[in-house]
């Protein structure tokens, strides 16, 4: 058992020793064989000495616990590295952003404290998961939905500090926005609600966010500024139905009025539930009864052609297949009655572009009997799954992947300068390019183009790999756009190009961890940022 950087092996069995106390001698774990669960199981640094390990793991079961290792790592300076279920796969999963550090694994604070069906929340600790809420929520009968990412088994307080998304309506799949209210553990072990949680006796700390003062929950995401031992999270009241529709367009251009005409659809809450974009030809997008096939070899060839295929080849072919060349479905949630007028509005709308066609897609009254649930798309009816292992599994069909996922402007214009550019580097790199995959649409106002890099266990790979992730970073910021989230080994990285007025904001967060982490116990590197004591090296 090595001990964690810059603490010597007396102070660091001492830190057991205390953690033991605090815990429970069951609950901290130094075996090899148990700090091995804590590795990043899609590590593009697998096998290699710069990847990450954790030299140890404690689990408290109460915020009291909490508390008590924190103060025990401050006095000895033992780093801690804070993870709710550490689930969150190609994204780092459960190992710390320094290596040595000791994993604060949160995954037995697994209660439920409140569902409320009347005010639509629920307060819960770091451990629950999307399974153990719907749960809960299905259990009791209750008519509330919550959003799911798209794996369910992991935690909705860490998927929403990591700022993840889900698919149902703009008010609730921006996790992080859909929170309200929470508590944390600071670096001394003092504790903190925010929002009207600090109000002694509050009873709307899960129904107004910002409370009295600075609201200061953003500085709690994507940070390592505090531990968060419980969260609040607004609910989606169940709908009456829900209905879906597709529309086609068939030239290349057409992508520029379909993205301009959804988007302003959704930021009117007209089209209420997240649009998605994408090519018929290639990737579906049709209705259940016209479920697409695999491409033909005829598509894969064209996409083949060096350099990639023309413009008019593709509205040529998507001629020829009697489908569009891009497509967008649209999901209504709400009364019938509103949800099926919504939807002719918005064909109404969509019928400015020339040629469109719109197919019918599927219409349900909740709530959906066992054998709808079975048809559908889960998530997007607030029923978790592990579906999106069927993609990205640790098998030789279906490889672990790590994202790249930066922000860009929900524009076509946008779309069509992102694959020119993130395409170039990845023929540059050997890497699959294809010109019909379209960003998602998570956010609102703006889309993440999701680029995903296989991960082996070959060396070679995984470093050539590296290397063309860090180019499309360099190359994303020059075109002015940045990620939002990103594994733990390129969070420097990230954070480097985030350099407006000489790194500003890497200072003022700097300046934040040295007031409220002195002893830089907290995380270490999370996210950029690092205490005092490391920076230069």
Same mark, same amino acid.
């Given at each position: 058992m090595k001990p964690p950087p810059g603490v010597n092996s007396t102070d660091f069995s001492a830190a057991l020793r205390e953690f033991e106390a605090a815990v429970g001698k069951d609950w901290v774990f130094t075996s090899d064989e148990d700090v091995e669960l804590y590795r990043d199981a899609y590590s593009q640094m697998w096998g290699e000495p710069e990847d990450r390990y954790a030299s140890a793991a404690v689990a408290p079961s109460t915020v009291e616990q909490v508390q008590a290792v924190v103060r025990v790592?401050?006095?000895?300076?033992?780093?801690?590295? %804070?993870?709710?279920?550490?689930?969150?796969?190609?994204?780092?999963?459960? %190992?710390?952003?320094?290596?040595?550090?000791?994993?604060l694994d949160l995954k037995r604070m697994n209660r439920i404290l409140?569902?409320?069906?009347? #005010?639509?929340?629920?307060?819960?600790?770091?451990?629950?998961?999307?399974?153990?809420?719907?749960?809960?929520?299905?259990?009791?009968?209750?008519?509330?939905?919550?959003?799911? $990412?798209?794996?369910?088994?992991?935690s909705l307080v860490g998927n929403s500090l990591d700022r993840g998304g889900g698919v149902t309506t703009a008010a609730y799949r921006n996790h992080f926005e859909a929170h309200c209210g929470m508590?944390?553990?600071?670096?001394?072990?003092?504790?903190?609600?925010?929002?009207?949680?600090?109000? $002694?006796?509050?009873?709307t700390w899960q129904q107004f966010k910002t409370g009295f003062g600075p609201w200061v929950d953003g500085i709690f995401s994507q940070s390592n500024f505090g531990v968060v031992t419980k969260m609040g999270f607004w609910?989606?009241?169940?709908?009456?139905?829900?209905?879906?529709?597709?529309? #086609?367009?068939?030239?290349?251009?057409d992508l520029i009025p379909l993205v301009d005409i959804v988007t302003h659809l959704e930021n009117c809450q007209i089209a209420t539930g997240m649009p998605y974009f994408g090519s018929p030809i290639y990737?579906?997008?049709?209705?259940?009864?016209q479920v697409a096939a695999r491409p033909s070899q005829e598509l894969l060839e064209l996409l083949a052609t060096p350099g990639g295929p023309?413009?008019?080849a593709l509205e040529a072919y998507a001629q020829k297949a009697g489908q569009g060349l891009w497509g967008a479905m649209l999901q209504f949630y709400g009364p019938t009655k509103v949800i099926q007028a919504q939807w002719e509005y918005s064909k109404e709308r969509l019928a400015a572009i020339a040629g469109a066609r719109f197919i019918e897609g599927e219409y349900y009254r909740m709530p959906l009997t066992p054998a709808q649930l079975e048809k559908v798309s889960r998530n997007a009816f607030g029923v978790p799954s592990l579906t999106i292992f069927s993609l990205i599994a640790r098998s030789a069909t279906n490889p672990p992947i790590n994202g790249f996922s930066p922000i860009? $402007?929900?524009?076509?214009?946008?779309?069509?300068?992102?694959?020119?550019?993130?395409?170039?580097?990845?023929?540059?790199?050997?890497l699959p390019v294809n010109p019909l995959v379209v960003p998602f649409t998570y956010w609102q106002r703006s889309l993440v183009y999701l680029f995903l890099f296989p991960v082996t266990h070959d060396i070679e790979s995984n470093r050539r790999n590296r290397e063309a992730f860090r180019k499309l970073i360099k190359v994303s910021a020059e075109h002015g756009w940045g990620e939002y989230r990103t594994p733990v080994i390129y969070q420097d990285d990230v954070m480097d190009v985030y350099s407006f007025n000489?790194?500003?904001?890497?200072?003022?967060?700097?300046?934040?961890?040295?007031?409220v982490d002195p002893n830089g116990i907290l995380s270490p590197g999370r996210y950029g940022i690092w205490p005092k004591h490391l920076r230069k090296s």
């Open positions: 790592a401050n006095r000895y300076r033992v780093p801690l590295y %804070a993870i709710s279920t550490g689930r969150n796969l190609g994204y780092g999963g459960a %190992a710390p952003a320094m290596s040595g550090s000791v994993v409140e569902v409320s069906e009347r #005010h639509a929340y629920a307060l819960v600790e770091p451990g629950v998961s999307y399974f153990d809420l719907y749960q809960y929520i299905s259990e009791r009968g209750l008519k509330v939905w919550m959003d799911c $990412p798209d794996p369910g088994w992991g508590e944390v553990v600071l670096a001394n072990g003092d504790l903190l609600r925010t929002g009207m949680g600090a109000l $002694p006796g509050a009873r609910l989606m009241p169940e709908p009456e139905a829900y209905l879906n529709g597709f529309v #086609h367009v068939y030239r290349y251009e990737s579906g997008l049709r209705a259940p009864d023309s413009r008019q860009i $402007p929900r524009t076509g214009e946008a779309i069509f300068e992102a694959q020119k550019v993130f395409g170039e580097v990845a023929r540059d790199y050997g000489n790194h500003a904001l890497r200072r003022f967060h700097e300046t934040l961890k040295d007031a």
